[in-house]
C-alpha cells in the first residue's frame, strides 16, 4: 500500500514550520541550536530539502539530544522517502522526550506511516493506536488507521475512523473521499434511502428501505466507482441532463452522481460495447451471449446488459486477456464438485448457521481480538475451503447451551444494529460480562481469555 504520503506531507511541513524557535545569535557569532533550527525551517519551507536536511544536522551536532531538531530532521529525511533514516531520528527522539512533551503522538503517528509505507501494517496499526493514546484526535492516525483496518476488509469500521476524522477537520478531503467509497457498507437505512431519492432512484415518498432497494444502491454506486460517469460523458457531447445529478455545487464536496436513468443508460452502453469487443476478439455473434466466467455463470443477463462478473470479463477482455469460457468449455471445477458444495451450505443452514462475508469476518476479529483460528476452534465459527483461494465462512446464529460459540452472531448482529435499529441484537452471556469489566473476548495475541 502507497497511501500514506497522501496524508502526512502537508503534517511535516507544519509541524517542521511551528518546531523552530526565533532566530537567536550567540554572543561572539557563534550559531546557536534556534537559530540554527530557524535557518532549517526556511530551507524546509521553501522546498530545499537537502540544505534543510544538512542544516538540521547541524544542529544535533550542536546538542545531540535536542527533540525539535531530531523531529525536524526525521521528518525531512521522511519527505525524502529516506524510511531508515527518518525512522532512526523518530526513534531517538522518543528517548529524548519529557513524558509532557507535546509531540509524542506525532512522534508515533509519523512512524506509523513509515511502516505503512513499508506496508507493515500489524506495526503501523500499532503506531497508530499509540499516537491515538496521546492524543485521540491525531487525524494523520485516524486516517492511517482506517486505511489499514479498509485494507483488511473491516470496511465498517474503517468507515468509523474516518468519520472520526471528518469530525475533527470537516475539510480533510482524503477521509471524506475513502468515506464515499464506503457509503454501501456504512450508510444506515434512512441515509441510504435518502441517497437513492437523490438519484431518482425510489419513489419522493418511499419510507422503509427495502433489500432490493439495498441491491439497487450498491449496484449505482458501484457504476460511480468505477467511473462511470466519466464513460457517459465520453458516450455524448452533453450528457442528458436526467442522468446526472450534482450535490454541494461550489464547494470543496461538489459530486456528480448517477440517477437511475443515467445507471440504466451506462449498463446499456458498456453492454452494447462489451459485445463489439467480444466480436473483435474473435467469439462470433451467436456465442457472444452464452459467454460464462471461469466460475462457469453467464456474463450477459437477459436485457443484454453485463453481470458484476461479465463487467470484470469485459474490462479483462480490453486487456486481450481472456477470462471467459466459450459455450463448449469446461467450468473449472466441476459442476458436480459445486453441487456438493451447495448440498454441504445447505446443511450448514439447516444446523442453523448463516453465512458471513469475509468483510464481516474482519469486523468480527476486529471486535473481538481473536485470530480466525481461534474463532473457528473455540466460538463456533466454521470455515469451508471451496478451492484454494476460495473461502466460505459460517457463524451459528441459533441459541446456544454454551454462550461461546454465540459471539460471532452477536458481534455480527451488532454491527447490524448500527444501521438498522430495528435489528435484535441476541444476548451472550460471555460478552457482556467481558464488557462489564472493559475486557475483549480475546488477548492481543488472538488466543481466547479465559
Given at each position: 500500500?502507497?497511501?500514506?504520503?497522501?496524508?502526512?506531507?502537508?503534517?511535516?511541513?507544519?509541524?517542521?514550520?511551528?518546531?523552530?524557535?526565533?532566530?537567536?545569535?550567540?554572543?561572539?557569532?557563534?550559531q546557536t541550536v534556534s537559530s540554527?533550527?530557524?535557518?532549517?525551517?526556511?530551507?524546509?519551507?521553501?522546498?530545499?530539502?537537502?540544505?534543510?536536511?544538512?542544516?538540521?544536522?547541524?544542529?544535533?551536532?550542536?546538542?545531540?539530544?535536542?527533540?525539535?531538531?531530531?523531529?525536524?530532521?526525521?521528518?525531512?529525511?521522511?519527505?525524502?522517502?529516506?524510511?531508515?533514516?527518518?525512522?532512526?531520528?523518530?526513534?531517538?527522539?522518543?528517548?529524548?522526550?519529557?513524558?509532557?512533551?507535546p509531540y509524542w503522538s506525532y512522534?508515533?503517528?509519523?512512524?506509523?506511516?513509515?511502516?505503512?509505507?513499508?506496508?507493515?501494517?500489524?506495526?503501523?496499526?500499532?503506531?497508530?493506536?499509540?499516537?491515538?493514546?496521546?492524543?485521540?484526535?491525531?487525524?494523520?492516525?485516524?486516517?492511517?488507521?482506517?486505511?489499514?483496518?479498509?485494507?483488511?476488509?473491516?470496511?465498517?469500521?474503517?468507515?468509523?475512523?474516518?468519520?472520526?476524522?471528518?469530525?475533527?477537520?470537516?475539510?480533510?478531503?482524503?477521509?471524506?473521499?475513502?468515506?464515499?467509497?464506503?457509503?454501501?457498507?456504512?450508510?444506515?437505512?434512512?441515509?441510504?434511502?435518502?441517497?437513492?431519492?437523490?438519484?431518482?432512484?425510489?419513489?419522493?415518498?418511499?419510507?422503509?428501505?427495502?433489500?432490493?432497494?439495498?441491491?439497487?444502491?450498491?449496484?449505482?454506486?458501484?457504476?460511480?466507482?468505477?467511473?462511470?460517469?466519466?464513460?457517459?460523458?465520453?458516450?455524448?457531447?452533453?450528457?442528458?441532463?436526467?442522468?446526472?445529478?450534482?450535490?454541494?455545487?461550489?464547494?470543496?464536496?461538489?459530486?456528480?452522481?448517477?440517477?437511475?436513468?443515467?445507471?440504466?443508460?451506462?449498463?446499456?452502453?458498456?453492454?452494447?460495447?462489451?459485445?463489439?469487443?467480444?466480436?473483435?476478439?474473435?467469439?462470433?455473434?451467436?456465442?457472444?451471449?452464452?459467454?460464462?466466467?471461469?466460475?462457469?455463470?453467464?456474463?450477459?443477463?437477459?436485457?443484454?446488459?453485463?453481470?458484476?462478473?461479465?463487467?470484470?470479463?469485459?474490462?479483462?477482455?480490453?486487456?486481450?486477456?481472456?477470462?471467459?469460457?466459450?459455450?463448449?468449455?469446461?467450468?473449472?471445477?466441476?459442476?458436480?464438485?459445486?453441487?456438493?458444495?451447495?448440498?454441504?451450505?445447505?446443511?450448514?443452514?439447516?444446523?442453523?448457521?448463516?453465512?458471513?462475508?469475509?468483510?464481516?469476518?474482519?469486523?468480527?476479529?476486529?471486535?473481538?481480538?481473536?485470530?480466525?483460528?481461534?474463532?473457528?476452534?473455540?466460538?463456533?465459527?466454521?470455515?469451508?475451503?471451496?478451492?484454494?483461494?476460495?473461502?466460505?465462512?459460517?457463524?451459528?446464529?441459533?441459541?446456544?447451551?454454551?454462550?461461546?460459540?454465540?459471539?460471532?452472531?452477536?458481534?455480527l448482529m451488532a454491527a447490524h444494529?448500527?444501521?438498522?435499529?430495528?435489528?435484535?441484537?441476541?444476548?451472550?452471556?460471555?460478552?457482556?460480562?467481558?464488557?462489564?469489566?472493559?475486557?475483549?473476548?480475546?488477548?492481543?495475541?488472538?488466543?481466547?481469555?479465559?
Amino acid at each position: 500500500m502507497h497511501c500514506s504520503k497522501l496524508f502526512s506531507d502537508r503534517l511535516l511541513l507544519a509541524f517542521v514550520m511551528c518546531l523552530s524557535a526565533p532566530f537567536v545569535q550567540a554572543a561572539g557569532g557563534k550559531q546557536t541550536v534556534s537559530s540554527c533550527l530557524e535557518s532549517g525551517k526556511k530551507a524546509f519551507s521553501a522546498k530545499e530539502y537537502l540544505q534543510a536536511q544538512d542544516t538540521f544536522t547541524r544542529c544535533l551536532k550542536l546538542d545531540p539530544d535536542n527533540v525539535e531538531a531530531q523531529l525536524s530532521l526525521a521528518g525531512v529525511l521522511l519527505t525524502q522517502d529516506d524510511l531508515d533514516g527518518a525512522e532512526k531520528y523518530f526513534n531517538a527522539a522518543l528517548t529524548s522526550m519529557k513524558r509532557t512533551s507535546p509531540y509524542w503522538s506525532y512522534t508515533y503517528s509519523m512512524l506509523g506511516d513509515i511502516a505503512l509505507k513499508r506496508q507493515q501494517n500489524d506495526l503501523a496499526l500499532k503506531m497508530y493506536s499509540k499516537s491515538l493514546e496521546y492524543n485521540a484526535a491525531n487525524v494523520n492516525s485516524l486516517v492511517g488507521k482506517g486505511v489499514i483496518v479498509e485494507y483488511q476488509g473491516d470496511r465498517q469500521g474503517a468507515a468509523e475512523y474516518y468519520r472520526s476524522a471528518l469530525a475533527v477537520e470537516p475539510l480533510n478531503l482524503i477521509a471524506r473521499k475513502r468515506l464515499v467509497n464506503l457509503e454501501p457498507d456504512y450508510l444506515t437505512n434512512d441515509e441510504m434511502l435518502a441517497a437513492l431519492k437523490q438519484r431518482y432512484a425510489v419513489a419522493p415518498d418511499a419510507a422503509q428501505l427495502t433489500e432490493d432497494d439495498r441491491a439497487l444502491f450498491a449496484d449505482i454506486h458501484k457504476a460511480e466507482q468505477r467511473r462511470g460517469i466519466d464513460y457517459l460523458k465520453n458516450k455524448y457531447p452533453k450528457v442528458p441532463q436526467e442522468y446526472l445529478v450534482t450535490i454541494n455545487k461550489d464547494t470543496d464536496f461538489e459530486r456528480e452522481m448517477l440517477t437511475l436513468a443515467g445507471y440504466k443508460a451506462l449498463e446499456k452502453h458498456i453492454g452494447q460495447d462489451a459485445i463489439a469487443v467480444f466480436q473483435k476478439g474473435g467469439v462470433p455473434i451467436k456465442d457472444v451471449f452464452d459467454l460464462r466466467d471461469m466460475k462457469g455463470e453467464k456474463i450477459f443477463k437477459a436485457d443484454s446488459t453485463l453481470t458484476d462478473s461479465g463487467f470484470f470479463v469485459y474490462t479483462e477482455a480490453l486487456q486481450n486477456r481472456k477470462a471467459f469460457l466459450l459455450p463448449k468449455e469446461a467450468i473449472p471445477p466441476t459442476q458436480a464438485f459445486l453441487n456438493k458444495v451447495a448440498a454441504r451450505v445447505q446443511e450448514l443452514k439447516d444446523a442453523g448457521y448463516v453465512e458471513i462475508t469475509r468483510s464481516e469476518l474482519k469486523m468480527i476479529q476486529n471486535q473481538t481480538k481473536c485470530s480466525e483460528e481461534t474463532l473457528r476452534s473455540k466460538l463456533g465459527l466454521y470455515v469451508l475451503n471451496v478451492t484454494k483461494n476460495d473461502r466460505r465462512y459460517f457463524v451459528i446464529a441459533r441459541q446456544t447451551a454454551d454462550p461461546k460459540k454465540g459471539v460471532p452472531y452477536y458481534y455480527l448482529m451488532a454491527a447490524h444494529a448500527k444501521r438498522n435499529p430495528n435489528v435484535r441484537v441476541p444476548s451472550n452471556s460471555l460478552v457482556e460480562s467481558y464488557s462489564y469489566y472493559g475486557y475483549t473476548v480475546c488477548l492481543d495475541d488472538g488466543n481466547l481469555l479465559e
